[in-house]
């Protein structure tokens, strides 16, 4: 399908765009179903401006700030992601990007994770190069995150410390380098449904395997809080089906804000064509129990199977 045609479906009406979105996903992706666990390593301090960021030091937050956390911890967390039903942990950090010795710290820190929990290792780690990533995939780490955060188009009304085409070229970066790239964005920041969209083909293009769509959660302090609400658990069943039908084999992975946007529309969005779950937490803020999103999926698989 050619761009101009993807403009069509922002046109449908949203039972036509739903059958359609759960046609590609069950024809794409079968009854995949998949969890996955952040751990923020690294918080706060962050030099960049990104308008809805909790850890910017440009804004008063109250979010914490502190250094690597220790590798026990680390390692804790992710043996608890594991026996929670998470195929995948993924290691955060804030900040513009790792120093040197933070990479040689992580190599040695996903080694045992891979080692002593069995579990898959990605990691979000900002702009890092390739050489870097190489290190990285040598320890045993699979995937890497870096979202695009929304639309080329939207970006400089978002982010201005740094351009649309670094957040990308590290998409490449981790690509080169023989790693799965799990990239997104967050829906709900003032963009239009045209620029919706517009990340959507950009994703594409860049031949991602995973993408997360999160919600904006306004947070005290930071430039976005206070806006109206962007977006409806209309809208977001809307976006979702549209990312499922311009992206049909990735994972489409709901993740930040789904619990207060959705609620019950949550399986609805699952028939929209998403196929995953972020769980447990993100970043600054908590999830809901972990126990309520394992009985979904064993309800969701059941009516898929």
């Given at each position: ?70 590798v026990d ?45 069995g579990?898959?290792?990605c ?18 780490l ?24 670094a957040?990308?070229e ?20 003032g963009?239009?449904?045209e ?10 293009d ?10 904006l ?14 977006v ?11 990312f499922?039908?311009v992206?049909?084999?990735?994972a ?6 789904r ?8 399986a ?7 196929d ?19 009985s ?10």
């Amino acid at each position: 399908m050619k761009n101009k045609h993807y403009k069509e479906l922002l046109e449908l009406k949203l039972e036509t765009l739903i059958e359609m979105a759960y046609r590609a996903k069950r024809s794409h992706r079968q009854d995949s179903l998949s969890l996955c666990t952040i751990m923020n390593i690294k918080s706060g301090g962050c030099s960049e401006d990104c308008s809805f960021c909790a850890q910017s030091a440009r804004y008063k937050t109250g979010a914490p700030v502190y250094p690597m956390a220790p590798v026990d911890e680390i390692l804790k967390m992710a043996e608890e992601a594991r026996k929670s039903g998470a195929s995948r942990f993924s290691l955060v950090a804030s900040g513009k990007g790792p120093a040197k010795h933070e990479i040689e710290e992580l190599a040695k820190v996903i080694e045992r994770i891979k080692k002593e929990t069995g579990i898959s290792v990605c990691a979000s780690l900002g702009i890092v190069k390739g050489r870097e990533l190489a290190v990285l995939k040598e320890a045993g780490l699979t995937r890497y995150h870096h979202n695009l955060e929304t639309s080329r188009s939207f970006f400089p009304r978002i982010v201005t410390t740094h351009t649309y085409e670094a957040r990308l070229e590290t998409i490449f970066e981790a690509k080169r380098a023989g790693l799965e790239v799990c990239a997104g964005g967050i829906i709900g920041l003032g963009e239009s449904q045209e620029q919706r969209l517009e990340l959507a083909l950009e994703l594409r293009d860049a031949d991602v395997d995973s993408v997360p769509l999160n919600f904006l959660i306004p947070i005290e302090g930071t430039p976005l809080y206070g806006m109206s609400p962007a977006v409806t658990p209309i809208d977001a069943i809307r976006t979702i089906a549209i990312f499922r039908l311009v992206l049909p084999d990735a994972a489409i992975r709901l993740a930040a804000g789904r619990e207060t946007l959705l609620r019950d529309f949550l399986a609805l969005a699952f028939y929209a064509g998403a196929d995953g779950m972020m769980i447990g937490g993100y970043l600054t803020r908590r999830g809901r129990p972990v126990e309520e999103d394992q009985s979904f999926c064993k309800e969701i698989k059941k009516i898929w199977s």
